[in-house]
């Protein structure tokens, strides 16, 4: 059946969220049973970033980030955010918290037009291959960056609970060095902002891929603690994150990796995932979680080599989400791009507390998703053999137990709730100020946050793709189709509390604020099922103290103050491990399968 009459009331084999509403649009789920525990949640789409190109063969496809809107939107979930902004771009300054001023100098420089005469710097900085010079390369850095960085900021303001970049998450990039389709490793900047205020980071990657940079970035702090579920067969990308890297001086033991092999199903990687996190939430206390959703991780992936649903890896989100520590969720890799854009917008709905149907909602790419059925959900497991065991996956919980024991009891690990960082702190509440100037609509620097009829109608206008290969493109034929009505709503000013030293349990913290709800969310934007489908149509700021100082003082071997006050455990003197560290050593799809 290609028509799409009664299809929106046939859901979904997801057994982890069984309850979507049958109307087209995303339907709050969690109102029924509170209507104060929905989390505060912010989207930032940078705008244009979904325009970029890496060159017509490249593998990462920026257009993903527009599916993923249309999306987003066409389903309604833009009223269930609290607030959408279209960030504005990193500056130099800040991308030189981390990254080398040199290579930063490079970025900015280079161009398709020049690179001939700066070869040696195109090698010295790894911009070959992987990493391709394109036209309005920096920008396209400065844009996802600097929506990670407002991410986090206003995650450190203590006004949203989440934040949401489906833009960042390039986990490869090194200080001095592009890696892996990453030119500036925005995570490792969003993180070093939110060590300003919150004393212990967790990261999460779900990318099928090491998440090498940010793991190489903080391996000697006890602040950060990095969690990676990769694919490990020593030659698969980047070749890093064997079961026993475990990071090293302070940050030892911080540092955890979990290496799979081909074709792991739902069942075995949601088993891992929830046992190893709940075991690093239980010993490291997060005060805020950022989570890398690399969408290369599910079945059908162009480069991947796993088996997960979209539901299996929204269920991830959710079971990070329910910790109710402030979240930082990022995208990262997926290069199957109908696929990504649907996960993408899955989680989405997952991270608001919505429900969304199974059928996906009418919008100018229609035709793009018209060979799953436009289906959310399309059946996209099996088709890789599970070369995982077991007996594997045990092993690898067992050893991330016994890891996790050298830091049960760890005082410092369970107290310091003060952030050390008291410069930090103090910037942190002068951005508060700034926020609600913006709020109150007298905003004088930093992100814009904008109306939000003005931001579904940019995500619509305009788009068009030129790369001949990638076939998402909104055909020109169906314009307008899918421009739903504006809701005219404002985005709310609501104050929430700082989130500093919520820990655990800072759910329960947030069902005491009074949250204004969605009362003047008056007009709907229900996608028109009457409209029928086209069938067959076209197809900042400077930082107090930089951690490149850190950097360099460390180099000298100096004793530095964050070190002194920041989380120390003493990892000689840790329990003994009933099973020594197992040490595991540890297909790629040629074309972009479809999924369906
Ligand atoms: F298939 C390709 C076609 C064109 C250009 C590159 C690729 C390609 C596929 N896989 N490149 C890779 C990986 N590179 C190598 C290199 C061969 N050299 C010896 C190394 O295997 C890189 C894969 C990058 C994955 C990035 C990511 O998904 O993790 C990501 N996360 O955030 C953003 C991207
Ligand atoms: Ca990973």
């Excluded at 475990?246 to 081909?262: I, M, S, Y």
């Excluded at 690093?280 to 599910?298: E, H, K, M, N, Y």
């Excluded at 003197?573 to 297909?587: E, F, L, V």
């Amino acid at each position: 059946m290609s028509g799409r009459a009664f299809q929106h009331f046939t859901f979904s084999s997801s057994q982890y969220f069984d309850d979507r509403g049958p109307h087209g649009c995303a339907q709050p789920i969690t109102e029924r049973i509170n209507p104060h525990s929905r989390p505060i949640v912010s989207y930032y789409s940078p705008k244009g970033v979904g325009e970029q190109h890496y060159g017509e063969h490249h593998p990462m496809k920026p257009h993903r980030l527009t599916l993923t809107n249309a999306l987003v939107f066409g389903y309604g979930l833009d009223k269930q955010i609290h607030y959408i902004y279209n960030p504005r771009p990193a500056t130099q300054e800040e991308l030189e918290a981390y990254h080398d001023h040199d290579y930063i100098e490079f970025l900015s420089r280079v161009t398709p037009h020049n690179q001939g005469e700066m070869k040696n710097l195109i090698d010295t900085f790894n911009c070959v291959e992987d990493c391709p010079i394109f036209a309005d390369m920096y920008d396209f850095c400065r844009m996802y960056s600097g929506g990670s960085l407002a991410a986090a900021r206003k995650l450190c303001a203590g006004t949203t609970d989440i934040a949401i970049n489906w833009s960042g998450g390039l986990h490869h990039a090194k200080k001095a060095e592009a890696s892996g389709f990453c030119y500036i490793n925005d995570i490792v900047l969003a993180i070093l902002e939110m060590l300003r205020c919150y004393p212990r980071v967790l990261y999460i990657d779900i990318d099928i891929h090491h998440g090498d940079g940010v793991e190489h970035a903080f391996y000697h702090s006890n602040r950060v603690m990095t969690v990676s579920f990769h694919k490990y067969t020593g030659d698969f990308f980047p070749g890093t994150g064997k079961l026993d890297d475990n990071g090293t001086g302070l940050g030892k033991h911080f540092c955890l990796n979990v290496p799979l092999q081909d074709g792991i199903d739902d069942d075995m990687y949601l088993t891992l995932f929830k046992t190893v996190i709940d075991d690093a939430v239980t010993a490291f206390r997060p005060s805020a979680i950022v989570l890398q959703c690399g969408a290369d991780s599910l079945g059908c992936d162009r480069l991947g080599a796993f088996n997960l649903s979209i539901a299996a890896h929204g269920e991830c989100v959710n079971f990070t989400r329910k910790y109710g520590v402030p979240l930082l969720v990022l995208g990262g890799g997926g290069y199957t791009i109908k696929n990504v854009s649907r996960c993408w917008t899955y989680e989405t709905a997952v991270l608001v507390g919505a429900a969304v149907p199974d059928e996906l909602p009418a919008t100018i790419y229609d035709p793009f998703f018209r060979d799953s059925q436009w289906k959310l959900h399309p059946p996209i497991t099996g088709k890789v053999d599970n070369l995982n065991t077991a007996a594997s996956l045990q092993r690898i919980s067992i050893s991330i137990r016994n890891k996790l024991r050298y830091l049960q009891g760890a005082p410092s690990v369970q107290m310091q709730e003060i952030p050390p960082d008291l410069a930090g702190w103090l910037e942190s509440e002068e951005r508060s100020r700034e926020q609600k100037d913006e709020d109150r609509g007298t905003s004088r620097a930093g992100e814009r946050r904008e109306d939000r009829s003005i931001a579904r109608n940019e995500f619509y206008d305009g788009e068009g793709d030129v790369d001949q290969d990638d076939v998402g493109h909104a055909p020109s034929s169906s314009s307008g189709r899918a421009r739903g009505a504006t809701s005219g709503r404002r985005a709310r000013g609501g104050r929430r509390g700082r989130g500093r030293g919520r820990g655990r349990g800072a759910s329960s913290s947030l069902s005491k604020e009074v949250v204004d709800d969605d009362s003047d969310d008056s007009a709907s934007v229900t996608p028109t099922r009457a409209r029928g489908r086209g069938r067959g149509r076209g197809g900042g700021r400077g930082r107090g103290r930089g951690a490149k100082a850190l950097d360099k003082e460390r180099e000298k071997g100096t004793p530095m103050p964050e070190d002194e006050e920041s989380i120390s455990v003493d990892m000689e003197d840790g329990p003994s491990t009933s099973q020594a560290d197992a040490n595991d050593n540890g297909s790629k799809q040629d074309d972009e399968m479809d999924a369906s």
